[in-house]
């Protein structure tokens, strides 16, 4: 199995809100209610929001046999945004392909994140540690989750 990835198209915003959507209501369902997931990740997403975040980040498509199986995007100043991985390619190195790509395609001397509960476990494997846990909010329901961050390793004794 080949995880290809590659720069995010436009045409491909609708098949990535899907799959943020399946994700969130699959993978994060056993630590969070049906009402934090609901509002986490609604049925009526805004395409056009979306579309507008992909272009001002760096964002990347995971592929494997032709088919969408996860997706990134970072800023500039190291902040990932989203790091999603399809419920069905969840253990096969997805996210970790998306998030190495997105952390070596910008100079920043570290990289934060707001992670759910659920992905704790995966960032602090890549070395993210918590610097606090946050409460988000989203359409008046509260979500915990944590503000991490990973310090950008310079190396010296490359020749």
């Given at each position: 199995m080949?995880i290809?990835i590659?720069k995010?198209?436009p045409?491909?915003c609708?098949?990535?809100?899907e799959?943020f959507?399946?994700?969130?209501?699959?993978?994060?369902?056993?630590?969070y209610?049906a009402?934090?997931?609901?509002?986490?990740?609604?049925?009526?997403?805004d395409?056009?929001q979306?579309?507008l975040s992909f272009?001002?980040h760096?964002?990347?498509v995971a592929?494997i046999?032709g088919r969408?199986?996860?997706?990134g995007?970072?800023d500039e100043?190291?902040?990932l945004?989203r790091?999603f991985?399809?419920s069905?390619?969840?253990?096969?190195?997805?996210?970790?392909?998306?998030c190495?790509?997105?952390?070596?395609?910008?100079?920043a001397?570290?990289?934060?994140a707001?992670?759910?509960v659920?992905?704790r476990?995966?960032?602090?494997n890549?070395?993210?540690?918590?610097?606090r846990?946050?409460?988000?909010?989203?359409?008046?329901v509260?979500?915990k989750?944590?503000?991490?961050?990973?310090?950008?390793?310079y190396r010296t004794d490359?020749?």
């Amino acid at each position: 199995m080949e995880i290809i990835i590659r720069k995010y198209k436009p045409s491909d915003c609708r098949r990535l809100m899907e799959l943020f959507y399946d994700t969130v209501h699959s993978v994060n369902a056993g630590d969070y209610t049906a009402e934090q997931l609901d509002a986490w990740a609604p049925k009526n997403m805004d395409g056009e929001q979306w579309k507008l975040s992909f272009r001002e980040h760096i964002t990347a498509v995971a592929e494997i046999n032709g088919r969408i199986a996860g997706f990134g995007d970072i800023d500039e100043a190291g902040c990932l945004d989203r790091l999603f991985t399809g419920s069905e390619y969840q253990g096969m190195g997805v996210g970790s392909a998306v998030c190495g790509y997105l952390e070596s395609s910008v100079n920043a001397d570290k990289y934060t994140a707001f992670v759910s509960v659920t992905a704790r476990t995966f960032f602090e494997n890549r070395g993210y540690t918590v610097v606090r846990e946050n409460t988000a909010v989203r359409s008046g329901v509260a979500l915990k989750n944590f503000l991490m961050e990973k310090r950008r390793i310079y190396r010296t004794d490359v020749y």
